[in-house]
């Protein structure tokens, strides 16, 4: 059963930068069927797609947070990554990890998600 | 603001037909297909229904999908308590971009 955890800090200083990872178990990050993406959820409101990669290194991102977002992968270690610069309060949220399968076009599986919140 | 709009709440009570809908636009719903998410209380969202009107394996035949245009609807027939939860839209934006709806908090009365 394929399963997706989150890892992380839970607490950045607003201007630093939030650095997760999310490592995918069960199954193979290099498989040429899915992508691999961030998806984040402030506290009580509704969820924003951050951004997705391919095995290939190959990523978009969600065009609002573009100039702060990079996402990496590492197939050696079957791990996604996920930095976001320059935060401030309005990065506090529950960050998610999931699966895109391109043959539904849709994030079929998730991580359990992680709590990071931007605080001095 | 979310790109695609739903209504915050709705509600039923046992063994009744709920529906919920979301809009969006051209550049979205009325162009890419729709999908849509449960979340329950203090978890991770789950896939309920993909490419307008599929379900993942699992997933009751309760839960069904449509698309018409630039909206879409997710009716949910013989209403159970555990369907309470909140309930999210989504769709491929073509300013290359996924874009959810702001999520509907669905309450069994």
């Known amino acids: 059963q394929l399963q997706l955890q989150e890892s992380g800090p839970g607490l950045v200083k607003p201007s630093e930068t939030l650095s997760l990872t999310c490592t995918v178990s069960g199954g193979s990050i290099s498989s040429s069927s899915y992508y691999w993406g961030w998806i984040r959820q402030p506290p009580g409101k509704g969820l924003e797609w951050i951004g997705s990669?391919?095995?290939?290194?190959?990523?978009y991102y969600n065009p609002s947070l573009k100039s702060r977002v990079t996402i990496s992968v590492d197939t050696s270690k079957n791990q996604f990554s996920l930095k976001l610069s320059s935060v401030t309060a309005a990065d506090t949220a529950v960050y998610y990890c999931a699966r895109h399968a391109v043959v539904i076009n849709a994030f079929d599986y998730w991580g359990q998600g992680t709590l990071v919140t931007v605080s001095s | 603001q979310s790109v695609l709009t739903q209504p915050p709440s709705a509600s039923g009570t046992p063994g009744q037909r709920v529906t919920i809908s979301c809009s969006g636009s051209s550049s979205n719903i009325g162009s890419n297909t729709v999908n849509w998410y449960q979340q329950l209380p203090g978890t991770a969202p789950k896939l309920l229904i993909y490419s307008n009107n599929q379900r993942p394996s699992g997933v009751p035949d309760r839960f069904s999908g449509s698309k018409s245009g630039t909206s879409a609807s997710l009716a949910i027939s013989g209403l159970q308590s555990e369907d309470e939860a909140d309930y999210y839209c989504?769709?491929?934006?073509?300013?290359?971009?996924?874009?959810f709806g702001g999520g509907t908090k669905l309450t069994v009365l």
């Open positions: 989504a769709a491929w934006d073509d300013s290359l971009a996924w874009v």
């Open positions: 990669i391919y095995y290939s290194g190959s990523t």
